[in-house]
């Protein structure tokens, strides 16, 4: 039952090549480091499979390193068989042709036997790069994959490249892509924001893992930038004020009795209202609210987010079930 319920969660592997960057994207995304600091990490695969309490379940593999995957000896099934996605980070800094070549082989084993895996490619470290140098990397990768896939058939392979840096957020945005595939009712979920939003009056919506401060939905409104930048700080605002939090972090296990979700919301200098409500132990929900009238109604927004509320834990309900009985395992 404990492997099952872990299937729950979506489920993503990082693989690439020794320093390209994969323990500080866990790093920077799952434990708060600042930027800065993954200078000083040492080159080891220390990010374990369940050391994250998160929405979703995260592993982290150097590539080539302890294991050799594509040897016959490998238990493919047992890296593969569950895998939502598999995201490989090539360093733009460095000469990427290895891992590409690399990734080239991973795909076509992958493609062959999981087809239903996605392939998510992180160009990763461009911050150091100018437009021009990003722009030929990216399209030189893409083009050097996608010869070999459709060389071998596999024109169609779901295979999707991000240009990313843990200096900025495009780390966070890539990996909200990544997992929004992954959800298996994201439409629904997403027709359950827009119309929250259109009763509020919100201008831009989001619904986080509080951890990773990764948004697993939003509305269907293009996605903008600042506003996501907004939302992400003010998770960490109140989140650090861990007594307005029910749950212990990061262990996300209740603290004695729950007291209800935290709710909070802040006015900033230009009028702006960012209005933020607990769903349950894993996701919370951020909303931006600038039309006047629809601030004014402070109500009528928290019992639309209690509404929403009961229809995200509908939708989720037998995935929330899993969890619980996994962390119910855990705590044991
Ligand atoms: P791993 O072996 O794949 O886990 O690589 P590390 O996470 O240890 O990173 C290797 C080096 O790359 C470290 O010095 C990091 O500071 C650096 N690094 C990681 N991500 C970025 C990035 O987005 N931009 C830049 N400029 N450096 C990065």
Not at 35 to 56: A, Y
Not at 196 to 217: H, P, R
Not at 279 to 306: A, F, Q, T
Request: net charge negative; with cysteine; aromatic share 10%.
């Amino acid at each position: 039952p404990n492997t099952q319920a872990r299937d729950a969660k979506p489920r993503l592997l990082l693989m690439g090549l020794r320093r390209s960057g994969k323990s500080s994207i866990a790093s920077v995304v799952f434990h708060k480091m600042p930027p800065n600091e993954t200078l000083f990490l040492e080159s080891t695969t220390r990010i374990q499979k369940d050391s994250i309490h998160s929405f979703m379940d995260f592993q982290v593999w150097d590539f080539p390193g302890q294991l050799e995957y594509l040897e016959p000896s490998f238990d493919l099934e047992d890296i593969f068989g569950s895998l939502g996605a598999l995201v490989w980070v090539i360093d733009a800094q460095d000469d990427y042709l290895d891992s590409v070549a690399r990734l080239n082989r991973t795909i076509l084993t992958v493609q062959q036997y999981y087809p239903g895996i996605n392939i998510e490619v992180f160009i990763h470290k461009v911050d150091g790069l100018s437009d021009e140098f990003r722009t030929d990397i990216y399209q030189d990768i893409v083009q050097r994959i996608s010869d070999e896939l459709s060389d071998a058939g596999y024109e169609n392979a779901p295979v999707h490249y991000y240009l990313t840096s843990i200096y900025d957020y495009s780390v966070f945005e890539a990996f909200s892509k990544v997992i929004q595939k992954l959800i298996p009712n994201l439409s629904t979920l997403e027709n359950l924001i827009n119309t929250l939003g259109n009763n509020c009056g919100f201008e831009k919506t989001y619904l986080f893992d509080v951890l990773s401060k990764i948004y697993i939905a939003s509305d269907t409104r293009p996605v903008d930038m600042a506003c996501y930048e907004m939302c992400s700080d003010y998770i960490d605002v109140i989140v650090d004020v861990s007594e307005l939090y029910s749950w212990d972090h990061p262990e996300r296990r209740p603290k004695g009795d729950q007291i209800q979700e935290a709710e909070s919301h802040v006015v900033l200098h230009d009028d702006t209202m960012i209005h933020l409500m607990e769903m349950n132990k894993y996701l919370c929900l951020v909303s931006v609210i600038r039309n006047r009238e629809s601030k004014e109604k402070r109500g009528l927004i928290d019992l639309n987010c209690r509404t929403f509320q009961d229809g995200l834990n509908e939708v989720f309900s037998r995935r929330w079930e899993q969890l619980e009985e996994t962390n119910h395992l855990d705590g044991g």
